[in-house]
């Protein structure tokens, strides 16, 4: 009898789960349930439709259910509730009072966008920014506001600020903390980002909670510290949680990131013990960091597809681990692009780590080559060991192949002097220096250890 697989949720874990879930147990009988109605699509491009950079939501659109049941005989339900899951008996029970067996179940049910529970956050006019169906709410208010506010200036809040801007609105900022893109990037990597965006018009209210959010019927103003200031549309980029109805109510441990303590092979604990049969990826999911001895948040697109894999094989009855990350990510705010990798100095703080930071700036090609620009690599080393642990990198093109290249360097646990010593950079007067700033910033890495 073919094997039965569910697979809640339909993001990027989740149909990457699917997938490979086929290429595994080409026999089995494979089932995505989501409550959404498109499935298979980037919340990560949503800005760049506001801002007109892409022609429209459809264009996200990777695959629509027909192309996964006729290319690869999985079944999608949109729109389809999952209500609960008994795990003893191995089902599923539907919002409609119908339920489905399973042999394999893959939790893919992301996260959620954390909304203070302040007043007037219910209120038409504030939005989130997590699905098409949001960005599609989004652009239609445009049509009509003039003053926008961003609360939480991470690396969505500030695309979609960068967005909303060149679409014409007037702009503000709203953080908590008193910098740009929080925890995962340093203050001074931060101020950069920010002193660019001011440039650009884009105001920034720092260091202060959103205290509320006024109006009669719909949103007129916003209270950030004991300031009030007018506007007609709130985007909440306050952050994403896991989503742990389906988890809490199967009585998975909860690790103390807010997510599932999850075994190498993505399989869930309960008392102690592996749940047989039941497996996750995603934004649902606790991850080990590769930097640092402990538990971290990786919810990045890319490291759901990397989750997903996984999960398929396993669920379909192969078998594949997934390791530690690094987490390396990289925003496009603007004509700025910034990176990061590992640790900054606030998560090595949060290790324990003492770390010593090195730090150089060039050209993104050579000196004599028109159109070059600016690039500031920082690099993290352990103080005692010398490992680089950590990087963030700040230019207007290309950083993505330097990020990725010192995310491989960290995960091999390469020391600062290894790298300046073993690490060859490829040159062309249109790509690079002849010495890449990555390397410079090695060499300066080195004397100050």
């Known amino acids: 009898m073919a094997r039965k697989i569910i697979v809640i949720g339909s993001g990027a874990a989740g149909m990457t789960a699917a997938s490979s879930a086929r290429e595994t147990d080409k026999e089995a009988e494979i089932t995505v349930l989501t409550e959404e109605e498109h499935i298979s699509y980037s919340p990560c491009a949503i800005p760049f439709v506001l801002e007109g950079k892409i022609k429209d939501f459809q264009s996200i659109i990777m695959h629509d259910p027909q192309f996964y049941q006729k290319e690869r005989q999985i079944t999608v339900k949109t729109q389809t509730k999952v209500e609960s899951v008994d795990a003893e008996a191995k089902t599923v029970t539907l919002a409609d009072g119908s339920s489905l067996a399973y042999d394999s179940l893959i939790l893919a049910t992301g996260g959620t966008v954390f909304v203070p529970p302040i007043a007037g956050a219910d209120l038409p006019g504030v939005f989130k920014v997590r699905f098409i169906k949001d960005g599609m709410q989004i652009q239609e208010a445009m049509k009509t506001c003039k003053k926008v506010v961003v609360a939480g200036g991470g690396v969505i809040g500030l695309e979609i600020a960068v967005a909303l801007k060149h679409a014409g609105l007037d702009v503000t900022v709203a953080e908590m903390f008193p910098q740009v893109i929080p925890r995962i990037c340093d203050g001074d990597m931060a101020a950069e980002v920010q002193a660019e965006m001011e440039k650009e018009g884009i105001k920034f209210l720092m260091?202060?909670?959103?205290?509320?959010?006024?109006?009669?019927?719909?949103?007129?103003?916003?209270?950030?510290?004991?300031?009030?200031?007018?506007?007609?549309?709130?985007?909440?980029?306050?952050?994403?949680?896991?989503?742990?109805?389906?988890?809490?109510?199967?009585?998975?441990?909860?690790?103390?990131?807010?997510?599932?303590?999850?075994?190498?092979?993505?399989?869930?604990?309960?008392?102690?013990?592996?749940?047989?049969?039941?497996?996750?990826?995603?934004?649902?999911?606790?991850?080990?960091?590769?930097?640092?001895?402990?538990?971290?948040?990786?919810?990045?697109?890319?490291?759901?597809?990397?989750?997903?894999?996984?999960?398929?094989?396993?669920?379909?009855?192969?078998?594949?681990?997934?390791?530690?990350?690094?987490?390396?990510?990289?925003?496009?705010?603007?004509?700025?692009?910034?990176?990061?990798?590992?640790?900054?100095?606030?998560?090595?703080?949060?290790?324990?780590?003492?770390?010593?930071?090195?730090?150089?700036?060039?050209?993104?090609?050579?000196?004599?080559?028109?159109?070059?620009?600016?690039?500031?690599?920082?690099?993290?080393?352990?103080?005692?060991?010398?490992?680089?642990?950590?990087?963030?990198?700040?230019?207007?093109?290309?950083?993505?192949?330097?990020?990725?290249?010192?995310?491989?360097?960290?995960m091999k646990g390469v020391t600062a002097e290894e790298f300046v010593s073993s690490f060859e950079n490829a040159y062309c007067p249109p790509t690079s220096m002849v010495k890449d700033v990555v390397c410079l910033a090695a060499e300066d890495l080195t004397r100050k250890l």
């Open 207 to 410: 260091g202060r909670p959103l205290g509320a959010i006024k109006g009669e019927g719909k949103v007129e103003s916003v209270v950030v510290g004991d300031d009030e200031y007018p506007c007609d549309m709130v985007i909440m980029a306050t952050g994403v949680r896991a989503n742990l109805q389906l988890p809490n109510q199967l009585g998975l441990e909860i690790g103390p990131l807010g997510a599932v303590h999850v075994s190498a092979t993505l399989q869930p604990y309960r008392r102690g013990r592996i749940v047989k049969d039941i497996y996750l990826a995603g934004d649902v999911v606790m991850c080990s960091s590769a930097a640092a001895d402990g538990p971290t948040m990786s919810q990045l697109g890319a490291t759901a597809v990397r989750e997903g894999r996984v999960a398929g094989i396993n669920a379909a009855g192969g078998y594949a681990t997934f390791p530690a990350v690094l987490s390396a990510w990289i925003s496009q705010i603007g004509e700025l692009q910034i990176a990061g990798t590992g640790l900054s100095c606030g998560l090595a703080d949060y290790y324990g780590l003492k770390v010593v930071e090195g730090r150089a700036t060039g050209l993104s090609r050579a000196r004599y080559y028109p159109g070059g620009s600016k690039v500031t690599v920082k690099l993290l080393a352990e103080k005692e060991t010398h490992r680089i642990v950590g990087a963030q990198i700040l230019g207007r093109e290309d950083i993505n192949g330097k990020i990725n290249w010192l995310t491989a360097a960290i």
